[in-house]
């Protein structure tokens, strides 16, 4: 067998490579010719299709991109819709039910990225990938009940996944409500001054050639990067060392236990400016764009981490921002930025009042996100084990 994860298959059904079932083909537009508002879904290497008014196919296919995200974005289209260049198209279906083989192919796929090592610099698939692709295939009848069948069961969990989605969406929004009320408690205690008057120094960690991937070790003085930098907390996954020898050459940029980190570069999930407090980790430097801030007596590091996650401040950030492609701050502007600073009883108080508030927040969130892991995980072993036929879902062959 040629496919050593698809196992034994049910009576009747057959492993055919794909270049027996369907055409394989590629696009030929680039995203520059997408059209706001136009007639025609344009599917590109994303999982949300752009516009445009023109097509070059008229048929039901199959469609994934072809570098980038490789094995995890998947359309099923009928009609007419124009194609990027760097994604394939599967089409012209022979003995394969469209919708079966896009539970299929979006199931199982990976396994053949995985195999065929798709892997480089930028990940990429060649046309061989998809000519030779195995796929079990049922009788036709068998086909179209597994459609239906996953139709319905992905249907209720897709629902479930969106409603525990629209909850994470409704606490965070929660959690920012009070973060930005106790922001503006602290702006009536104090009047937002630039942080430059309450910072004893700042770093940035070293640019270009002086600090690369050639320069990590497995072990020695721990490199803060921006994975590392949470918002208001520091995520100690993500290592990177570099010799003590080798760190002993960049102390400019050496960070300690109590020194607040904030992100030079952010993007919507994580935005810039993000601020958390490095905890003690041993000897430890600032990549490039991550930026080690020291206060000055009577400001607390949880306090300035704080104020500086807070709702209020990332908005400051991103109007502050440099840079047309992704925000990025530099020194400079962090340092301008205005923050209100309270006496000490009253910082340690405001990060007090929100730990406690947040904590309850963050754990009905950590159970709406568990369930859409769960969920998914449920949805991918469902769809796997229907196509496969490791499941029967009611049709006899």
Known sequence: MSAPWLGELPPGWQEISLRY????????????????????????RSQKPLEIDTYSYDTEAVLTAGDGAVGEIFHHVDGRFEVHQRVYVMHDFRGMHGRFFYY???????QTVAY????????????????????????LDVQRAIAGYLDRETGQIDAFIAKNKELITLLTERRDSVWSDLYMKAARTARPV???RFVSSIADGPFGSSLTSAHYSDAGTRVIRLGNIGINEFKAGDEAFVSDEYAATLTAHAAAAGDVIVAGLG??????????????IGPAIVKADCYRVRPVHGLSSDFLAWVLSA????????????????????????????VPIPDPET???????????????????????????????????????????????GVSV
Request: hydrophobic fraction near 40%; include cysteine; charged fraction near 25%.
């Open 21 to 44: 079932l369907a055409r394989v083909e590629t696009g030929s537009r680039d995203t520059v010719d997408a059209v706001p508002g136009g007639e025609y879904p344009f599917i590109i």
């Open 104 to 110: 299929y192919f979006s199931s199982e796929f990976g």
């Open 116 to 139: 065929g090592g798709a892997q480089s610099t930028v990940a990429s698939l060649r046309r061989p990938m998809f000519t030779g692709f195995p796929v079990a295939v049922p009788p």
């Open 194 to 196: 630039p942080l430059r």
């Open 267 to 280: 993007d919507d999930r994580m935005p810039l400016g993000r601020a958390c407090v490095l905890p003690d």
């Open 311 to 338: 709702p209020p401040t990332r908005g400051l950030m991103k109007l502050a921002a440099r840079g047309s492609t992704r925000e990025r701050l530099n020194t400079s502007v962090v340092l301008d930025v205005e």
């Open 347 to 393: 910082q340690a108080a405001l990060v007090r009042q929100f730990a406690s508030s947040a904590s309850r927040i963050d754990v009905a969130r950590s159970v709406a996100e568990r369930g859409v892991a769960l969920a998914r995980e449920r949805r991918g072993a469902l769809i796997s084990a229907a196509v496969t036929g490791k499941i029967d879902v």
